[in-house]
Each structure stands twice: as structure tokens, then as C-alpha cells.
């Protein structure tokens, strides 16, 4: 499956941005999916995943409350909603898909998109 990711950008502290991920293929659903993001000097790290049906999410603790993953599967794409933006949130987001079930744990995912840049300004 091939990944593409879009809607990062530029937001002042406090906003919102969505976040896309569009997939290629007809076996979509077959896939858990999961949001990681990489912020300048420090490792890549988990944000968000859903299961293939979309019924079961996990969530980064400091993104609880704040994100909210969801997936649809005719559409063949996962979202990342994100409010409430802080200047900490401010990294390169990755879309990924595992043919586990969802997961937190990187090393599952066999699939990744290209990067998505959100800078969250003060």
C-alpha cells in the first residue's frame, strides 16, 4: 500500500489543522493505521492509531483530548484532527499502516508516507 499524507502547515498556538492520509490499493481496510510524528532533534514517536474497522483507537497521553484519529475505509483514508494546538505539537506527522492489528508500537507498521510538516507558533 502506498501512503500520501497532506494538511500540515503553519498554525498559531491554540488552533486547529486535519490531517489526511489518502492510501493506495483496494485492501484499505485490512490495515491498521497510526499517526507518528518526528520533531527536530528528537526520535520519531507515536501519536494516534485505529483499528481496521475504526471501533478501537490509542492515543498518545499528551494528545488525549486534544486529537482525534478516524478513518474512512470507502474513502480509503485516515484523518489526524488536531485542536487546541501547542508550540510542543510542532513536527514532521507520519501516516503509517501495520496488517496487525493497531498499534503503538513503531516496529509494527510495514508502511509509511512521506512526512507532513505542522509548525505551531506562540
Known amino acids: 500500500v502506498q501512503l500520501q499524507a497532506s494538511g500540515g502547515g503553519l498554525v498559531q498556538a491554540g488552533g486547529s489543522l486535519r490531517l489526511s492520509c489518502a492510501a493506495s490499493?483496494?485492501?484499505?481496510?485490512?490495515?491498521?493505521m497510526g499517526w507518528f510524528r518526528q520533531a527536530p532533534g528528537k526520535e520519531r514517536e507515536f501519536v494516534a492509531s485505529i483499528s481496521r474497522s475504526g471501533d478501537t483507537t490509542y492515543y498518545k497521553d499528551s494528545v488525549k483530548g486534544r486529537f482525534t484519529i478516524s478513518r474512512d475505509n470507502a474513502k480509503n483514508t485516515v484523518y489526524l484532527q488536531m485542536n487546541s494546538l501547542k508550540p510542543e505539537d510542532t513536527a514532521v506527522y507520519y501516516c503509517?499502516?501495520?496488517?496487525?492489528?493497531?498499534?503503538?508500537?513503531?516496529?509494527?507498521?510495514?508502511?509509511w508516507g512521506q512526512g507532513t510538516l505542522v509548525t505551531v507558533s506562540s
Open positions: 503509517a499502516a501495520t496488517t496487525t492489528r493497531a498499534s503503538t508500537r513503531m516496529s509494527m507498521y510495514d508502511y
Open positions: 490499493g483496494r485492501t484499505f481496510s485490512s490495515y491498521g
